[in-house]
Structure formats: structure tokens, C-alpha cells
């Protein structure tokens, strides 16, 4: 471990550095390239094109050649013309036909839990309780009696009418405390070591808006369910400074090898911050990061609040966001629903104080300047969110310019859908979790609901602003998964035929401003970057595939595609 992080250290500090003297001539010239600036207008809301958009007789790219100079755009258009830039150190770089977007933005992410995941056991797509302690007993092997073993994945939506225990783990696994979390983190399995380290037992009190499964024998049985998850996961030994920043690190560099040249990461803490602003004091950042801080962490709320909002949006870590946590997932019931599961009469799932939200805390941070991102799922937790947010709106008119959003806005009443455009809120969305979760999303719903969930075209038609992300390390954030999701609403077998819901999908154009212009204008930067523009920054992803071809050709190809190249602030920071 100690020489893959010195390994991963020094690959950084030789790759990463973006500080260029700058020069008579071009940095850097793209050639014979197929370019979509995005420069036409976008969509109407039913997805109708713009009479400018490249698209007279099938699409076509609208330039074939970029020149960067001092970390931005210098000129776009045809080859011949962008050859005149060259001077003698300029680096010319013939794509030969590759696809260049302006630079792709996952808009709601995880990084740390990226970088570790790299580092637990991965049990995505595990479809047994057998094969999930499998894996877990296979790295016990490798591990020191006596250590923690933490894996992430199994899905807690899929497994809900069968949760697992702690039996067979603790069977096959009796000397480590293992802790593993399901693939959104509403869930989490522990063997009987793991309860036995903690101290959780029959007396354990269990947190409000949170679950511990008890067995017959009236103990926990080793399932914890929504908030009584950090239970067990916040008593787990934190990782070193060092090892933050490591898992940082990975995780974005991670994110730049799939195309990525910016992330908004959702619920950061006081050591999650701590380590990427020395990572940005050291020059070592390797994409950019919109920093959404963690409500439930207090104590940095209260430092942020005092201090204030990043005013700036040019540094490589800009912090202006705060990310607040209103109700649990669909998957494990916590969703907050307006009428009772289809599944589990009785039941409504949980929201606001029962789930942690703190109103007073979040409105201060409001009136001080933040944009906040609420995460809600279900129909009631969405309408109470809207109503909070109408309600801070009246009080303080000065809070409703700052683009706040709704991270997930999974499921809609009909009568909520127009007012997310009302209010300018953004709704911060995942195509993957559509097609995740169309085996059982329906069940929890029931055939009328249903209507409402995942409504990425009702919302446009509704005025509402839209921007697509991942949520990762829950969901693949690939972002050719993430296009053929967004227009096709299939899974990656093509299923169902037809697309599920398939008057809810959106169309390419719209999908990569999704990820792009959109995503920029979460993030206050639509002046800056989302379009590959003269004057704007040199942000650029450079693929494979045409995606606005495929999408009419064979939109299943699309998850075929490679990413080629992520060039940030006008430097390489991936090459295939």
C-alpha cells in the first residue's frame, strides 16, 4: 500500500502540472477533428432543434480545428485557418477524425468514494448473498486479523424484499470486522465482529429515520437501514490526511480518464476539504472541483458561514455550494412519499428532522450567499423541499437568485412539476438511476405514480433547468452509459424494448448540454466554459464516437464508445 501511494504521488507531480509561461504562438493546435461547439441555440423544451443547429440533413460537426493559447480558446473553426497560430513550440495534434465536445461535467459526484473504491471490495452486481461474503472472505485473506474490510455495491433496491444478515458473513468471515454498504449507502451489512468492535447491541438506540434489523433472538441481525447506517460507518478509523488526499486523487484522476474535466462533489466534510485545498494549494488538482459542503457537518458550516462563499470561479476548487440531505432512497423505502408504498402499505418513508435536515442551519447559509443542493426522492420529500425553499424565498427575496437545486428530484407529483421553473430551481438528475431502477421502481410505486419519476421531458416542458450527473461511485458515471440512458431510457442490454417511459427521454442535443452548458450554469460558469468558444476556457473531451450520429443511427453503440483525450486549462491531464 505504502508504494502504490508513493507510485500514485509521483505519477501526479510529473503529469499534473498546468502552469504555462505563456508564448508568441499557440500552445496547442487540434487538427482534422469533428467539433461540436455547442454554440447554437439549445432545444425548445420539447425538444425541437434550433434552426441553427448543425443538423440541415443529418448532423454534422460545426468545426474541425481548436487553437489554445494561456489555457483558453484562441480560435475555432476550419484546419487551414488554425494553422496560422503555429509558432515554434506549439503542439499540433492530429485527432484524425476523433469527436471533441466542450469538456464533460459530472455535476454530482463522490470523489473520495471513488479514490476508495478503488481500495474496498467491490460487490456491484453481485446477485447472491453467497457471492457477496465470497469476496469479502477472499480479501480476508490478504488481511491482517483485526482490520476493518469495507466493501461498497450491493444493491439495496434489487435485495430489498430479500436483505441479507449477518450470519453466513460472519460464518465465513469471523476475524475481521467487515462492514459493507449497499450501492447508494442507504444500506449497510456487518458480520458479528464489526458489532461486537462497535458496541451495538439490543440497547444500541436507534437514530431517528434509521433502521437495525433484530433477529430472532431480539439482536441486531447485522442489516442497519437509512440513518442508522453511520452507526457502524462513522465509527470505522478514518483514513490519515495523506490517505485523503491519495483517495482524492484517484478518484479524480479516475474522472479525467473517462472524459471528465470538472466534478461538483455533493457532501463534502471538514477532512474532505481539508485535503483538497492542499491538493490546490500544491498545484495538484487535476481536474476542476465545485465544492458542495456537507450541511450535516456543523462545525464546518459554521466556518463557511462566517467566511462566506468563493467569489471567484477561476480557481481549480471553488466553494459556494452546500449540500443538505431531506429524505432516503426509493431503494431501501426511505424516500418520503405523499401516499403509502404500493409495496409496503403503512409506510411512507422519512423526511426533514426525521432524516437529519437541519431548516435553521441550511437558511443561514441561504441568506449568506450559498447555493444549496437538497437531496430528495420521494413526491412528499420533493413538495416539502419546494415548500421550504418558497418559504426562505419570501423571507429573504435576496436568496432565490442563486440557482439552488434539487439533487435527484426523483419523483414528482404532477402539481410540483411546474414549480421548479416557478422558482428556478435546477433539478440535478441521473439517467443511470432510470434504468437502474426500472425492475423494481414501479413495484414501489404503483402504475399512476410511476408517471412521475425520472421525468427529465416533463421537467424541460416545465421550465424547469436540468443537469445530468452520476452520483458515484452508486452508479457508472460513463458518460456513453450516461448519453444512452438519457435518449434511449434502456439498460445497457437495450431493455426494454422501446425505452422505459420512453416520452421522458431527451434528445442528444439536449443530453450533452446536459453534461455540459448546463452543468455549467449549476456552477455559475456558463460564461466560461460549456461551449468551445473563443475567450472560454480550454476544457475539451475528445472521444471515439460521434455521439450526435450514433443517437440516430444505433444509439446502442454509443456504450462502445472511448474517451481519447481531457484536456483542462489547455493541458493533457489523460491520453489514451
Known amino acids: 500500500m505504502n508504494k502504490s501511494i508513493l507510485l500514485l504521488f509521483g505519477l501526479i507531480l510529473t503529469g499534473c502540472?498546468?502552469?504555462?509561461?505563456p508564448e508568441l504562438g499557440a500552445d496547442m493546435i487540434l487538427t482534422n477533428a469533428r467539433i461540436y461547439t455547442m454554440r447554437w441555440d439549445e432545444p425548445d423544451t420539447n425538444g425541437i432543434l434550433s434552426s441553427k443547429a448543425p443538423n440541415k440533413e443529418g448532423w454534422r460537426p460545426d468545426a474541425n480545428a481548436v487553437v489554445i493559447q494561456n489555457s483558453k480558446i484562441k480560435f475555432v473553426g476550419q484546419t487551414t485557418k488554425a494553422?496560422?497560430?503555429?509558432?515554434?513550440?506549439?503542439?499540433?495534434?492530429?485527432?484524425?477524425?476523433?469527436?471533441?465536445l466542450p469538456g464533460l461535467v459530472d455535476s454530482h459526484t463522490h470523489i473520495f468514494g471513488v479514490g476508495a473504491a478503488l481500495e474496498r471490495?467491490?460487490?456491484?452486481?453481485?446477485?447472491?448473498?453467497e457471492e457477496m461474503v465470497a469476496r469479502v472472505a477472499e480479501r480476508a485473506k490478504i488481511t491482517p486479523k483485526g482490520d476493518w474490510i469495507v466493501g461498497r455495491g450491493w444493491d439495496e433496491g434489487v435485495w430489498a424484499n430479500r436483505y441479507p444478515d449477518k450470519d453466513l458473513l460472519t460464518k465465513f468471515v469471523p476475524d475481521h470486522p467487515v462492514f459493507l454498504s449497499s450501492l447508494h449507502?442507504?444500506?449497510?451489512?456487518?458480520?458479528q465482529k464489526a458489532l461486537d468492535v462497535v458496541g451495538i447491541n439490543s440497547t444500541t438506540k436507534v437514530p431517528v429515520g434509521g433502521e437495525i434489523r433484530l433477529g430472532l433472538d431480539g439482536e441486531p441481525n447485522g442489516l442497519f437501514l437509512n440513518r442508522a447506517v453511520p452507526l457502524v460507518r462513522d465509527a470505522i478509523p478514518p483514513p490519515s490526511q495523506e490517505a485523503m488526499m491519495i483517495r482524492a486523487l484517484a478518484g479524480l484522476n479516475q474522472m479525467a480518464e473517462d472524459g471528465f474535466v470538472a466534478v461538483h462533489d455533493a457532501g463534502l466534510d471538514t477532512s474532505m476539504m481539508r485535503a483538497l485545498e492542499q491538493l490546490e494549494e500544491q498545484n495538484l488538482l487535476p481536474i476542476r472541483v465545485y465544492g458542495m459542503l456537507s450541511l450535516r457537518d456543523e462545525s464546518l458550516m459554521e466556518k463557511w458561514i462566517n467566511k462566506g462563499p468563493d467569489e471567484d470561479i477561476d480557481s481549480m476548487l471553488?466553494?459556494?455550494?452546500?449540500?443538505?440531505?431531506?429524505?432516503?432512497?426509493?431503494g431501501?423505502?426511505?424516500?418520503?412519499l405523499l401516499s403509502d408504498y404500493s409495496d409496503l402499505p403503512g409506510h411512507r418513508g422519512i423526511s426533514g428532522n426525521g432524516y437529519g435536515f437541519n431548516e435553521v442551519l441550511m437558511t443561514r447559509a441561504m441568506q449568506k450567499g450559498f447555493q444549496v443542493a437538497i437531496h430528495a426522492i420521494g413526491d412528499a420529500g420533493n413538495r416539502e423541499v419546494l415548500d421550504i425553499l418558497e418559504r426562505v424565498f419570501d423571507e429573504s427575496p435576496s436568496t432565490k437568485s442563486n440557482r439552488h437545486r434539487i439533487e435527484h428530484a426523483q419523483i414528482l407529483h404532477p402539481d410540483d412539476l411546474p414549480r421548479l421553473g416557478q422558482l428556478g430551481i435546477i433539478a440535478?438528475?441521473?439517467p443511470q438511476h432510470a434504468v437502474e431502477d426500472k425492475t423494481w421502481a414501479e413495484v414501489r410505486l404503483g402504475a399512476k405514480r410511476i408517471k412521475g419519476a425520472y421525468a427529465w421531458r416533463s421537467l424541460r416542458q416545465n421550465k424547469a433547468h436540468l443537469t445530468f450527473n452520476s452520483d458515484n461511485p452508486g452508479s457508472d458515471h460513463n458518460i456513453f452509459y450516461g448519453l444512452h440512458s438519457a435518449i434511449t431510457r434502456q439498460d445497457k442490454n437495450s431493455l426494454p424494448?422501446?425505452?422505459?417511459?420512453?416520452?421522458?427521454a431527451i434528445n442528444v442535443d439536449e443530453a450533452i448540454r446536459a453534461y455540459t452548458s448546463w452543468s455549467a450554469y449549476a456552477s455559475f460558469k456558463e460564461d466560461v466554459t460549456g461551449v468551445i468558444d473563443v475567450g472560454r476556457w480550454a476544457d475539451l473531451s475528445v472521444m471515439n464516437v460521434d455521439p450526435f450520429l450514433i443517437s440516430d443511427d444505433s444509439p446502442v453503440d454509443l456504450l462502445d464508445g472511448q474517451i481519447l483525450m481531457t484536456i483542462v486549462n489547455g493541458s493533457i491531464v489523460y491520453e489514451r
Do not use: C, H
Not at 471490495?121 to 448473498?129: A, Q
Not at 431501501?332 to 418520503?336: L, N
Not at 422501446?498 to 421522458?504: C, L
Open 17 to 21: 502540472s498546468q502552469n504555462k509561461e
Open 83 to 100: 494553422l496560422s497560430y503555429k509558432g515554434e513550440s506549439t503542439q499540433i495534434i492530429d485527432l484524425a477524425g476523433a469527436t471533441v
Open 121 to 129: 471490495v467491490d460487490l456491484i452486481g453481485v446477485s447472491t448473498e
Open 185 to 191: 449507502s442507504f444500506g449497510g451489512l456487518v458480520n
Open 318 to 330: 471553488v466553494t459556494r455550494s452546500v449540500k443538505a440531505y431531506y429524505d432516503g432512497a426509493l
Open 332 to 336: 431501501s423505502r426511505g424516500a418520503r
Open 428 to 430: 440535478s438528475m441521473e
Open 497 to 504: 424494448e422501446g425505452g422505459w417511459y420512453k416520452k421522458e
